[in-house]
């Protein structure tokens, strides 16, 4: 951790290439499925290696940031890596951080020390596969050093302006550099500026594009108690009557993503004949998909009814009920906020907020006001938290002072959350919704005592 902050962007791979190629290349042992996008990664890449899982292949998952502990992000047939191997790992790799260190004027950056260690630690196991999520953006994260055989595209939204651009089209340029020549991209509905960018790229380097809502996607979708029934449109069949513990239409989309990944990996990528602008049109456009990729429909229903996304709209606590959600900006705010809506019928809902300075926090408060009764203000632990009374101004803009309360601490604010909730005695239609950073959420988790790995 001394190694700095891990929002902290420097766009090379100089240093991260260097220290892999010490290693021996840990990231070419196995073949990977890397993530990418705004919203939703952290949920796709966790749905995939279930997936994979449940097909009797030993997976390594890579995922950030984490919620309690670092170890999270590095996950070995489901569980995350102990801290004795987490430790071992890291003793193994740090005399190659040095020599790296001594060769370029700024250190290696924690997400890059972090990424190294979980790609070493995926070789040694070994595995079969690695699922990995990019840490920001794409074509300059540190986890770019592998080539995805499957590119997995979420939803790209705003985010991260100061480092990745202040446009879609920036950000998505930034997020198509993961789609590696050969490869399946698998891309999730996406505003068109973005998916011409995505779309062009597949184009340029040789890939193949499975888009949702045409070669895959979402077929129907019902509430159901614990999250819902879904019938999904992969790229090789359909898959019906599929549970999905997971709550709102974004979660659908997600478990859509994840299916087309992994058929797509079962099943190879097109042929490639010919390198005119017509093959690689007919290459864009996902046509003649070969390949055993259909997976059995009894393995896809016991791997999604298993599935988890701890922070992402989870269930804590009832009598209230309390929700963590570790949504972050406004797409995502959007996303929680229709989930809310449709799956959960509450009559008084009470916020708990903290979130980062440096994030589009008016765009928040107004997905989030017409579905709080009031919000209780305050900051997490980081020094890119936002001050509760900054905060408190913002939100008094939107809600108006009467619905707005300041805590300065979590713990307090999320007892006055509870207290308001409580208000009208009638337990069963309220509840506490804790949102706007990960690091709220991941805190919150600790004060609420949720047990680890839920």
């Known amino acids: 951790m001394a190694r700095g902050v891990e929002w902290t962007f420097d766009p090379t791979l100089d240093r991260i290439a260097d220290l892999v190629d010490l290693l021996g290349s840990p990231q070419r042992s196995y073949p990977v499925i890397h993530v990418t996008g705004t919203n939703g990664k952290s949920s796709t890449a966790r749905l995939i290696e279930i997936l994979l899982r449940e097909r009797g292949l030993r997976t390594g998952l890579f995922t950030s940031p984490h919620l309690t502990t670092m170890r999270e992000r590095i996950v070995i047939d489901g569980e995350p890596i102990s801290a004795e191997a987490f430790a071992a790992t890291y003793r193994d790799v740090l005399p190659y951080l040095e020599l790296v260190d001594g060769k370029h004027e700024q250190r290696l950056s924690y997400f890059e020390t972090l990424t190294a260690m979980a790609y070493a630690a995926f070789a040694d196991a070994p595995v079969d596969v690695a699922v990995v999520e990019v840490g920001m953006g794409g074509v300059w994260d540190a986890t770019n050093v592998a080539d995805g055989a499957v590119a997995v595209i979420t939803p790209i939204g705003l985010d991260h302006t100061v ?109 490639r004949t010919g390198g005119d602008l017509a093959a690689a049109t007919r290459i864009a456009a996902g046509e003649d998909f070969e390949g055993a990729g259909e997976l059995d429909p009894a393995l896809v229903r016991s791997a999604f009814a298993k599935a988890s996304s701890p922070g992402r709209l989870e269930i804590v606590r009832t009598g209230p009920t309390v929700l963590l959600d570790a949504a972050h900006n406004p797409m995502g705010m959007a996303a929680t906020v229709a989930a809310v809506t449709e799956e959960f019928g509450f009559t008084r809902l009470v916020g708990v907020l903290a979130v980062s300075a440096d994030k589009d926090v008016p765009g928040m408060l107004d997905q989030l006001e017409p579905v709080l009764a009031e919000v209780v203000v305050t900051a997490n632990s980081t020094q890119r938290s936002m001050p509760p009374r900054e905060l408190a101004e913002l939100a008094a803009g939107v809600f108006g002072a009467e619905r707005v309360h300041v805590a300065d601490r979590l713990d307090d604010a999320i007892d006055r959350a509870l207290a308001l909730a409580e208000e009208t005695g009638e337990y069963q239609g309220a509840g506490v919704l804790i949102t706007g950073s990960v690091v709220t959420v991941g805190e919150a988790r600790t004060l609420l005592r949720v047990e680890e790995g839920r």
């Open 163 to 271: 480092h990745l651009g202040p446009t879609i089209e920036d950000i998505a340029t930034e997020k198509a550099g993961i789609i590696k020549p050969g490869a399946v991209a698998v891309l999730a509905q996406q505003p068109l500026p973005a998916a011409e960018i995505l779309l062009r790229r597949v184009v340029e380097v040789g890939a193949t594009a499975a888009r949702e809502g045409i070669e895959f996607g979402v077929l129907g979708r019902d509430v159901a108690v614990g999250g819902q029934m879904v019938r999904l449109q992969g790229l090789h069949a359909v898959y019906e009557d599929l549970f999905l513990p997971l709550f709102g239409a974004h979660q659908a989309g997600n478990a859509a993503c994840a299916l087309a990944a992994v058929e797509a990996f079962a099943g190879g990528a097109p042929s």
